[in-house]
């Protein structure tokens, strides 16, 4: 019988991943020890916290990671949990300093803000079909449900985990591939959250700072209705957020939607473009039936142009689709449940133009004027 090489052990443990942090075992600090004894191996890993719920996930993993190396007869993983010096030390790995690391200047995560002057215009609903759309392209996303008082995030995705908590730092549940933190996961049933504007700010600055996202090609924040509190400590707290602006076809509903998106010349945030939502409905007989009206997309892309004096563009009009509100109901956004439907395709398809928006530096306002 050949010996069990060590080396190989440790290279079949660091594709472990932690199913939270989503980050190798022995890169945090997990992996206590290794040990050879013939065709046993018996693995000391140490868990992040004491009633840590994926505790057997990750005893899984690791036997099924040592059941690949050859000559491996006999697998033991031996669980321990991390001691406050370990789990500061796996903190300050994680996330040097403190702060929101999405708006610091070296940050390459796109956030964008999703942003309407009406409730009921879809905005959570597009915002979580183009995250797990994102994501199932194998891009890295994550949703702030930044709509503290009517949050509606979780229900959408049918994402039923609860936070792990590690001391100060919160870890994010994964919804269809996509780490996901709303209030909504914090309060009992279904209560209502009654705060007002600085509680509102703190909890932003929570969400932001102290839920760990690990690196994100991009981060969705999803906003509540109008020009309030919560859109003004987002452009506070990340000022390199840029807003996609949600509207109806409905001319009343356009010129609420124009004035949430003129607030960014005031923030100095970009507009990365509008969507018009619940457009034209294609009846069984096959003719569209504009119930809300028609045109309020592009009137609002046009109206931003000239008030903002910047180009911004109508990203798509997503079609009212019975399928797309059975699937937020269910908790399975419509991209995924019902790809080839005529409002999957249009959401796909503003996907696609967000994902060929520059990230990082290019694009975005530095305050700086250049001199000739
Ligand atoms: N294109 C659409 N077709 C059919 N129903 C839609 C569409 N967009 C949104 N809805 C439904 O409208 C309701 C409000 O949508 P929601 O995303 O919660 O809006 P908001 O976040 O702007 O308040 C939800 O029940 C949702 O399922
Ligand atoms: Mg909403």
């Given at each position: 019988?050949?010996?069990?090489?060590?080396?190989?052990?440790?290279?079949?443990?660091?594709?472990?991943?932690?199913?939270?942090?989503?980050?190798?075992?022995?890169?945090?600090?997990?992996?206590?020890s290794?040990?050879?004894?013939?065709?046993?191996?018996?693995?000391?890993?140490?868990?992040?916290?004491?009633?840590?719920?994926?505790?057997?996930?990750?005893?899984?993993?690791?036997?099924?990671?040592?059941?690949?190396?050859?000559?491996?007869?006999?697998?033991?993983?031996?669980?321990?949990?991390?001691?406050?010096?370990?789990?500061?030390?796996?903190?300050?790995?994680?996330?040097?300093?403190?702060?929101?690391?999405?708006?610091?200047?070296?940050?390459?995560?796109?956030?964008?803000?999703?942003?309407?002057?009406k409730?009921?215009?879809?905005?959570?609903?597009?915002?979580?079909?183009?995250?797990?759309?994102?994501?199932?392209?194998?891009?890295?996303?994550?949703?702030?449900?930044?709509?503290?008082?009517?949050f509606?995030?979780?229900?959408?995705?049918?994402?039923?985990?609860?936070?792990?908590?590690?001391?100060?730092?919160?870890?994010?549940?994964?919804?269809?591939?996509?780490?996901?933190?709303?209030?909504?996961?914090?309060?009992?049933?279904?209560?209502?959250?009654?705060?007002?504007?600085?509680?509102?700010?703190?909890?932003?600055?929570?969400?932001?700072?102290?839920?760990?996202?690990?690196?994100?090609?991009?981060?969705?924040?999803?906003?509540?209705?109008?020009?309030?509190?919560?859109?003004?400590?987002?452009?506070?707290?990340?000022?390199?957020?840029?807003?996609?602006?949600?509207?109806?076809?409905?001319?009343?509903a356009?010129?609420?939607?124009?004035?949430?998106?003129t607030?960014?010349?005031?923030?100095?945030?970009?507009?990365?473009?509008?969507?018009?939502?619940?457009?034209?409905l294609?009846?069984?007989?096959?003719?569209?039936?504009?119930?809300?009206?028609?045109?309020?997309?592009?009137?609002?892309?046009?109206?931003?142009?000239?008030?903002?004096?910047?180009?911004?563009?109508?990203?798509?009009?997503?079609?009212?689709?019975?399928?797309?509100?059975?699937?937020?109901?269910?908790?399975?956004?419509?991209?995924?449940?019902d790809?080839?439907?005529?409002?999957?395709?249009?959401?796909?398809?503003?996907?696609?133009?967000?994902?060929?928006?520059?990230?990082?530096?290019?694009?975005?306002?530095?305050?700086?004027?250049?001199?000739?």
């Open positions: 019988m050949s010996a069990v090489s060590e080396d190989a052990v440790r290279t079949a443990l660091h594709g472990v991943l932690d199913p939270e942090l989503r980050r190798p075992i022995d890169e945090l600090g997990m992996l206590r290794v040990t050879v004894d013939g065709g046993r191996v018996t693995v000391g890993v140490l868990l992040t916290i004491a009633g840590c719920p994926l505790r057997s996930t990750i005893e899984q993993d690791v036997a099924a990671a040592l059941r690949t190396v050859p000559g491996v007869e006999e697998a033991v993983v031996d669980l321990d949990v991390m001691t406050p010096e370990q789990r500061k030390e796996l903190k300050d790995r994680l996330r040097p300093g403190r702060g929101i690391p999405f708006s610091r200047p070296d940050s390459l995560t796109k956030v964008f803000a999703v942003a309407s002057g409730g009921g215009v879809g905005k959570s609903s597009v915002t979580v079909n183009l995250a797990c759309e994102l994501a199932a392209r194998g891009l890295r996303v994550g949703i702030v449900d930044a709509d503290v008082h009517g509606s995030v979780p229900g959408l995705l049918g994402a039923t985990g609860t936070p792990t908590q590690v001391d100060d730092m919160i870890l994010p549940p994964i919804a269809h591939g996509v780490k996901v933190i709303s209030i909504g996961m914090f309060v009992q049933g279904n209560q209502p959250v009654v705060w007002r504007g600085p509680m509102l700010h703190r909890a932003l600055e929570q969400f932001l700072g102290d839920v760990y996202f690990g690196d994100l090609d991009v981060l969705f924040l999803d906003l509540p209705p109008g020009t309030g509190d919560v859109a003004i400590s987002v452009s506070q707290l990340l000022p390199n957020a840029e807003l996609l602006v949600v509207t109806t076809p409905q001319a009343a356009a010129e609420v939607a124009e004035r949430a998106g607030v960014s010349a005031q923030t100095a945030q970009r507009v990365a473009g509008v969507i018009e939502n619940m457009s034209g294609t009846l069984p007989d096959g003719t569209v039936m504009d119930l809300f009206g028609s045109g309020g997309g592009q009137r609002v892309a046009e109206r931003l142009t000239a008030a903002l004096g910047t180009p911004v563009g109508l990203l798509g009009q997503v079609p009212l689709d019975v399928a797309l509100r059975a699937g937020g109901d269910a908790g399975t956004p419509i991209v995924l449940s790809p080839g439907s005529p409002a999957a395709v249009a959401l796909r398809a503003i996907a696609d133009r967000l994902a060929a928006q520059p990230r990082h530096l290019a694009g975005r306002r530095l305050g700086v004027t250049p001199t000739v």
